[in-house]
Every structure is written in C-alpha cells, then in structure tokens.
C-alpha cells in the first residue's frame, strides 16, 4: 500500500523552500504556493495516483453563461464532485490578462479553494470552462528584455503553478518541464529509443533526471481547458459536441488511424524525424498509424489523431471524419492565438470536427521543437494515459502552449469495472459499516489499491482483499455519496470508479426537498425550492459548492434565478443545520432538473436590397452615421459621441442555424440591448465590465438595437456570435442609411 509522503517544502528561520532547492531561492511563506504544497502532505494516506474525475478542479467563470453551461455538461459526463468546482467573478476581457491580475484574481483564488476546502491531497488537474483569458502576458516582470514576445498560456502557467505563485522565470524555460518523457539517449534492443509512460500525480516530484521523487524535485498540475467561445472560438453546442464523444470514447480502442502529414514547410520538417519511430510503436501496439504526404490527409473517414504542420490547414475541404476520442494538433504559430483578429488556422477547427483535444501556441513561438507536443504525444495516449498525461508528458517547454479539450479522455485504457461489499446503492444505514471494494471486470485487472472517498473526499486507501469501517455515527443524517476508485499497479496507474448513493440514518431526521417546476425550467423562468426539516435553525442550497439561497428556520421557499446556474443538467443540494445548542446536520437526496435554452427568436423579413454593410449609429440631435468597425473600445469617442449623451446603434445580421448565440457587452455606462423588438438585457450602473448574453435564434435575419450613455467619453465593446464572437461591424450586420 501506498505511504504517507513527507512535505515537498523544507523551512528555515521562518522561510520555506522546495526541496534541494538553495536558500537563495527562497520563498516567502506567505505566498500562497506554500500552502498549495503543504497541504499536498495533509493527508495522512496520499494514494500517488491520478487520471479520475475525484482529482479534477473545474473553475468556472459565474458571469458567463456559456462557462457555467459547459462544466455543467463536463461535471455530468464526468460524475466530478460537487466540492470540485470553483466559480469566479471575472469581469475582464476573456483574451488576456498580466500576470500579477492571474496570480491575484484567478491562479491565487483556486489554490486557496484547493487548501480551503481539503483537496490537496487529490487534485491533479485545474480544468478551466470558457470565457477566461487565455493568455497571459508577463512582460512587466520581465528580466530577460531579449524576449521579444513575453505571453504564456492559462493552461501553461497553471501547470506550472509553483514557480508562476513564487515569481521565479524559470517557468519560461524551454526545458522546465521534468515530466516529459525524452527519447532515450541510447537505443533499445530493438533499435527504437522509445521513452516510457507514467501516470501522473500534483505530489510527485520530478529531477532534471526524469526520475520521479516525492520529497524534491520539480512540481507540477496538469490543465486544459475545456473549451474557448469568445474570438475565434466555438459555440458552446460545438465544445458540448466533442466532450460528448470524448466521455464516450473511454476504453473503446477505436479502430482509426493516427496520420502524420509530412511536408516541405518547416513547421512540420522540424518533427518529422520523429514520425517514422513513433508510427513503428503505434503499430508494435496493434494501432493503425500512416505517414501521408502533404498538409493534412485528404478523405480520410477514420482520423483517430493528426499532428502536422502548415499556418493555413484548410481542414474542412480536405472531406476527413474525425473519430471520438482524437487529438489532433498543429505546429504553427498562433493556432491559440483566438482573438477575433488571429490568423492562421485556430485549434478550434479541429475541436469543431469533433477531436477530443488539440493545442496551439498564445503567442509567436518560433520554431522552437520544445514548445511542442512530440508526436510520442500519440504513443503515451495510446498506452492508456488520459489526453492530460499524454500532453504534458510530451513538450519539454509547456508554458506558451494552450491545451483544449477534455483532459481524462483515454480512448485506450483498460478501465476497470468497481464493486462493493457491504453497502448497496439506495441503502439506509447506521452503526458501522464494512465496506470491501472489489473488482468486477475485467478478470486480470490487479488493483494496486483502492481509494475511498465521501462527498468527494478522499477518507482512506485500502489494499485489495482488505475492508475498511465506516462510522457513521459520526456523520449528519441524511443523503452521502461513496465513491470507490481502483488503481492500478502499472506505471500508468489506470483508474475505475464507483459512485455509490446511500443515505444515513442514526437519529431519524429527514429533509423535505423539492423544485417547481420539477423537470426542466425554461432559462427565462423562474425555479422555487421547497425544503422543510423539523428543528433546524437554516437551511441552505447549493449548485457544487455554491449557495444558491439560504431560508431561516425549519421550512419555507426561496427562489432561484436558472440565468445563475447555466444550462444543461444542474443537480441541486440541500443541507439543514441543527440549532445552536444542538449542532448537526441533515443532508437531503439532491434533486436535478433541466435548464433548458431560451427559446427561440422567430426571424424577421429583412429587403436586403435596402441595406447597407455596417450598423446605424443614431445620436440625440438626430445625426446619423454608418459604422463600419467597432473593435476599439474608444469607437464611439472616435465618432463625436460625448459624455452623458445618448446614443442607439441598430443593425440586422443573419444567422445559418437555430442555436444558441451570444452577445457580450461592456460598456462604462448604463445600456440596454434590444433585440428583434424584445428588450434582452439591461444595465444600470458605470462599471466597466463583461457581460455575457445568450439569446436562441431561429434561422433567417434578425434585428438588434444597442442604447445606452455614459457620464465619461464612452467606452463599448459590443460583440456577437456563435461560433465564437466578433465585434459588430460591417463584416455580418447591415442596415438601412
């Protein structure tokens, strides 16, 4: 069985450093890394073991629907933990950040939920839903002033958590990340340098060896992100798409082929050395891989991964089909540069055809081999590692590297069905309970270990054949979740789990817990939560970790906005606490329910032939004007519009399919936005800042109208799309001179 692991962090006359590092590398013990990885070593019983939905963080930004909308189908295709979702208040532009605003405003606060809420000793990923910054520019801290191009990654820093909260450059290194697995220096028997696969795990340490420690070294956090809706992004029904057939390609062995497109261009020459020895592997393990000249392979209908190289792909005339579960990815140089004026082709074709994962550079790279994935990349997935491992086991320099798509993807694992001893789903329990984890299928799976957990929370480590006691008598009364994790004892560490409902009952109290409607609630209605428990003092509900709604005393209602939660599936939690002289609780069986789109706009009849490119700015004294671009926020300043005077920006625009679109809007002034005749937002106060409006369209034109003022020169930016969002502009809207 596992051992407890001692700290990574050694102290010193108040100051902590890591591991071997020397004392002149110091960090203060005030930064929130210390607490990151002391906390790493909190939990007695520290399995070393990762790739589960229990050892993700997903980080939700709450202002924008489309965030909360994709982790509420991610946490429901995953079954991730309630507890394991954190929500931020991101305000600013969803492009990029400095660095100081990411320790402080989003790094800083997750690392600070892990430690708050006893996660350390779990989480393995930071798993980012859209509308964040995607890239991060540290260039006012800057030493090296040779760095002609100083942006970083949101998934790339947070993988490098450690050395990003302690200010150290390093992270910039084109070799800093000591997890990857290099080919071998010298050849094997059989004449293929080919390097091994690991499991991954946030407490391991790793040398400049590759050698994995546990009390030194370097530490690390694998992240994606699940997918990117602004710019050049995708919709959300796009990203929704693939984690669909991401979940569902899990321990498949697809039966596609893994192309390598070898061309003059030198962003595929600088791999193509590569290509040869890594398709021989693949195929040493039974899988399908060809090396096709040219850009990208051309009418391929089992594409089950792609890595290639050229600035312009032109994916969708090649006639390929894109199996679940493919990562597909290109050497180029702004393929996650997605704001809305990026060029050369966006990793987000490849997550529109229906890849599992791809990755792209935020800023230029040059082409440099190390800020890459290696095509190895494909042999470490194909080994059974999730989509996360493989990448990162993969480039040596991760830190100006996006990686999008669903990180425990893992088409090849052979993932073990778990069983339980001793309690079954829906039971009612007291006293102790003896819970004894075993393995169904397959037959030959031999589990290094099972992992226990309750609410999400990891309690103990058993060894196979062995039990473990549940007291319940220490527990509130009421609905639990147990989950049970079988890992395997292979250097890939392959997981299965269990999720268990159970309800406690030693005291015989009860939550009553309901919803109106029952079913499903229409985004624009309202949802009205009943709840009553004898003798308590509060009762409070939740969506993950989030209060929702609190009612004092032991019964009543209380109403909740669907706009709060996003759509999708939402499951809502329940907990009543006893009165102060009594302190306990009850927790009631969580009720779910559908949020569904806002229904759709019928479309308009629009005489073309009377309109023109652009939008009609309309001011107070009458002046009218065309506008043609408006993706400088200062446009309106630009066009004569003052302080404290009224204007309204109208315009149509057609759209291809009925979906779900969005506007954003941020604006330091009140406004409201108009559309098709139906006011769809409104905003009162002056505060610069982002806000994200979904609006269903049935296919055909539509009308919008922008009003608003400001008592400062105005500042607007006012986008729509889907997929993606662009400033409105000549470019899709028109409208009548």
Not at 14 to 41: D, E, M, Q, S
């Amino acid at each position: 069985m596992p051992t407890a692991s001692s700290s990574p962090i050694r102290c010193q006359s108040g100051v902590c450093y890591a591991g071997n590092t020397t004392p002149a590398r110091y960090l203060t013990i005030r930064t929130l890394l210390v607490v990151w990885v002391l906390a790493f070593c909190a939990f007695e019983s520290r399995a070393y073991a990762g790739g589960g939905p229990q050892n993700v963080l997903v980080v939700v930004n709450s202002r924008s629907w489309s965030s909360c909308t994709i982790a509420n189908y991610f946490c429901a295709l995953r079954d991730v933990p309630a507890g394991n979702v954190v929500y931020l208040d991101w305000q600013d532009h969803v492009d990029q950040t400095d660095i100081q605003k990411f320790r402080d405003k989003i790094l800083g606060p997750i690392l600070q939920a892990i430690e708050q809420r006893h996660l350390a000793g779990q989480i393995d990923y930071i798993v980012y839903s859209s509308d964040l910054p995607y890239a991060i520019s540290y260039k006012k801290e800057l030493k090296n002033t040779q760095v002609r191009w100083p942006t970083a990654s949101l998934t790339g820093l947070t993988y490098l958590a450690p050395l990003v909260m302690a200010k150290r450059e390093e992270f910039s290194a084109h070799n800093v990340n000591w997890y990857m697995r290099p080919w071998l220096v010298q050849p094997t028997e059989s004449g293929r340098p080919v390097p091994d696969s690991r499991g991954f795990c946030s407490a391991y340490g790793w040398t400049v060896a590759r050698e994995q420690v546990s009390e030194a070294g370097q530490h690390y956090i694998l992240s994606t992100m699940l997918g990117f809706t602004s710019g050049r992004g995708n919709s959300v029904s796009e990203v929704i798409r693939s984690l669909r057939k991401s979940a569902g390609a899990d321990g498949t062995f697809p039966s596609g082929t893994i192309y390598f497109a070898q061309n003059t261009d030198v962003r595929s020459r600088v791999r193509q050395h590569a290509f040869e020895p890594v398709a021989r592997e693949l195929r040493s393990l039974g899988i399908k891989s060809q090396i096709v000249q040219g850009i990208v392979p051309q009418g391929k209908p089992d594409v089950q991964g792609l890595t290639t190289g050229q600035a312009e792909l032109n994916w969708t005339q090649a006639n390929n089909k894109v199996l679940a579960g493919a990562i597909c990815e290109n050497f180029t140089s702004f393929g996650a540069v997605l704001a809305e004026h990026g060029t050369q082709t966006p990793l987000s074709d490849f997550v529109r055809a229906g890849a599992a994962g791809s990755s792209g550079t935020v800023a230029e790279p040059m082409s440099l081999i190390n800020k890459f994935p290696h095509p190895m990349l494909h042999v470490h997935y194909a080994r059974g590692c999730s989509l996360a491992e493989a990448f990162y086991q993969s480039v040596h320099g991760p830190y100006q590297l996006l990686i999008v798509g669903d990180p425990l993807c893992r088409p090849w694992a052979k993932i073990p069905k778990v069983g339980v001893k001793g309690i079954q789903a829906g039971q009612v329990v007291n006293g102790t309970v003896q819970i004894t984890p075993i393995i169904l299928s397959p037959k030959d799976f031999r589990p290094g270990y099972f992992e226990i957990y309750l609410q999400g929370q990891k309690l103990a480590i058993v060894q196979a054949d062995q039990s473990w006691d549940l007291d319940t008598t220490k527990l509130g009364d009421g609905y639990l979740e147990l989950r049970v994790v079988a890992v395997d004892s292979a250097a890939i560490q392959t997981q299965g789990h269990l999720t268990l409902p159970f309800t406690i009952n030693n005291n015989d109290k009860q939550i009553e817990f309901s919803i109106q409607p029952s079913d499903s609630v229409n985004w624009n209605e309202k949802l009205i939560v009943t709840a009553a428990c004898p003798g308590s003092r509060e009762i409070v509900i939740f969506q993950h970790r989030r209060v929702l709604a609190k009612i004092e005393g032991d019964r009543g209602q209380a109403e909740i906005d669907p706009r709060l939660l996003g759509m999708g599936r939402i499951t809502l939690s329940c907990i009543a606490t006893g009165p102060t002289d009594t302190p306990g609780y009850v927790t009631a069986n969580p009720v779910r329910v559908h949020v569904t789109p806002p229904r759709p706009l019928a479309s308009k009849p629009v005489s073309v032939q009377k309109t023109v490119p652009g939008l009609l700015l309309r001011q107070s004294n009458g002046t009218k004007q065309i506008i043609k671009k408006t993706n400088r926020a200062n446009w309106l300043s630009e066009q004569g519009i003052g302080p404290r005077e009224p204007y309204i920006l109208q315009g149509h625009f057609q759209v291809p399919t009925e979906d779900v679109y969005q506007f954003q809007l941020a604006v330091n002034g009140p406004a409201q936005i108009w559309v098709d005749g139906k006011l769809l937002f409104k905003k009162e106060d002056a505060n610069y800042r982002f806000d994200y409006i979904p609006v269903a369209f049935r296919r055909g034109w539509h009308q919008v109208e922008l009003r608003g003022t400001s008592q400062y020169s105005p500042r607007v930016h006012f986008a729509f799309g889907g997929p993606g969002t662009r400033t409105v502009g000549a470019d899709r809207f028109r409208c009548r001179p």
